[in-house]
């Protein structure tokens, strides 16, 4: 299996200010890993690193044999997708526009969406059980269908990696069960998990 992600002597942070340090480590295509530590300890900053959310201070970042620092946006987001562990609405899309523009990255022209497209975000919303929101709009469903939705904007995209910073907050126990289950299929089914 080749390497999809190489983080070689990473260090990032806010502002001047390190909260990584000389971070060295490989992903393997297919992948899944779980990022383990106390609150404070930098996980949410590495992701946001992986994500091209925070550019590191020094270190490479290697993405599939290409310098990940500098492909722009959209390449980017046809590699990568992230669920942010804090999401705030600041316009009031329906779930079904917010799960559609998970195909960003594929737009051209214009920026219609095609057919493909809109099958494809209906099914994550059957799959997800969101059928019955989906002309609600975002900022007035539960913390709870949020989650789920933000989850499958995330599927919509696409792409190969998906980095997930406490994917199951805000969700009950068998919405837990459920999305961690449908993460596991698709690990199995060659998508890369951190």
């Known amino acids: 299996m080749d390497n999809i992600i190489d983080i070689i002597g990473v260090s990032s942070g806010y502002r001047g200010s390190f909260v990584l340090k000389n971070i060295n480590f490989k992903v393997k295509s297919g992948e899944f890993i779980g990022l383990i530590g106390p609150n404070g300890a ?8 992986l994500a091209g959310l925070i550019k590191p201070f020094q270190g490479k970042i290697i993405l599939k044999k290409f310098d990940f620092q500098k492909m722009d946006l959209k390449e980017k987001a046809k590699h990568i997708a992230v669920l942010p562990q804090i999401f705030k609405a600041q316009f009031s899309y329906t779930v079904e526009e917010f799960i559609m523009m998970g ?10 969406y095609c057919r493909e497209d809109i099958e494809s975000a209906l099914k994550l919303m059957e799959k997800l059980g969101l059928v019955a929101i989906k002309h609600k709009r975002i900022n007035e469903i539960s913390g709870g269908e949020l989650q789920k939705v933000l989850f499958a904007q995330v599927l919509a995209q696409g792409s190969e990696i998906v980095l997930l910073d406490e994917p199951t907050a805000h969700l009950d126990i068998g919405h837990q069960v459920e999305i961690m289950g449908m993460l596991s299929g698709l690990n199995r089914d060659g998508l890369t998990v951190i």
């Open 103 to 112: 195909r960003f990255p594929y737009l051209e022209g214009l920026g219609k």
């Open 42 to 49: 930098g996980k949410s900053t590495l992701l946001k690193t």
